[in-house]
T-cell receptor, first 119, second 114 residues
Framework: GAGVSQSPSNKVTEKGKDVELRCDPI?????LYWYRQSLGQGLEFLIY????????KSGLPSDRFSAERTGGSVSTLTIQRTQQEDSAVYLC?????????????????FGPGTRLTVL | KQEVTQIPAALSVPEGENLVLNCSFT??????LQWFRQDPGKGLTSLLL?????REQTSGRLNASLDKSSGRSTLYIAASQPGDSATYLC?????????????FGKGTKLSVKP
């Protein structure tokens, strides 16, 4: 079946511009996560959505970052007034559920990522 | 604050060798631990997930162990192959399970030489 998809695969933008990154999770997955991976750094959690609950935004690095999830499916991560330090690979993941649900239900499946370069 | 460390950062072995990758975490209050592999320019592929109540999980040539009290996990790869070359990431899900995000180590880059 179809996995997690992300678009665009690559995005080059100028400092100060806004960018939108899209994630299509696996159909039926109620939990969706955004992470970023900077050069030489580990994956850093940004935000996650679980069903209709309020998202956990505790990982967002600044108020320039925001995310939405429409209809419990597609999610968009928006970065306003991009800075060079925002350059990274942005990864999206989804799982059947995020609350305690037993083996296999909270395994996170990752998309291929969007490589963002801010010039 | 939970921190995850992976040692070594890079490893090169000849084909056929058995090898062990190490992961340690500072807070033993985890819900589960997951091992992933990442190929260059690609996303992560889940390999094994160990619940906090489990000691190990096996899949094919892979075996992952978990010692929660000491804050350690190992990933054992038997009879390594060139196709195993990738970066291997360890991640823990903290707390009682209500917190959904994973905390990752920086990975071990494995190279298996033919």
């Amino acid at each position: 079946g179809a996995g997690v998809s992300q678009s665009p695969s690559n995005k080059v933008t100028e400092k100060g511009k806004d960018v939108e990154l899209r994630c299509d999770p696996i159909s039926g997955h109620t939990a969706l996560y955004w992470y970023r991976q900077s050069l030489g750094q580990g994956l850093e959690f940004l935000i996650y959505f679980q069903g209709n609950s309020a998202p956990d935004k505790s990982g967002l690095p600044s108020d320039r970052f925001s995310a939405e999830r429409t209809g419990g499916s597609v999610s968009t991560l928006t970065i306003q007034r991009t800075q060079q330090e925002d350059s990274a690979v942005y990864l999206c993941a989804s799982s059947l559920m995020s609350v305690a649900g037993g083996p296999g239900l909270d395994t996170q499946y990752f998309g291929p990522g969007t490589r963002l370069t801010v010039l | 604050k939970q921190e995850v460390t992976q040692i070594p950062a890079a490893l090169s072995v000849p084909e056929g060798e058995n090898l062990v990758l190490n992961c340690s975490f500072t807070d033993s209050a985890i819900y589960n631990l997951q091992w992933f592999r990442q190929d260059p320019g690609k996303g992560l592929t889940s390999l094994l997930l160990i619940q906090s109540s489990q000691r190990e999980q096996t899949s094919g040539r892979l075996n992952a162990s978990l010692d929660k009290s000491s804050g350690r996990s190992t990933l054992y790869i038997a009879a390594s192959q060139p196709g195993d070359s990738a970066t291997y990431l360890c991640a823990v899900r903290p707390g009682g399970g209500s917190q959904g995000n994973l905390i990752f180590g920086k990975g071990t880059k494995l190279s298996v030489k033919p």
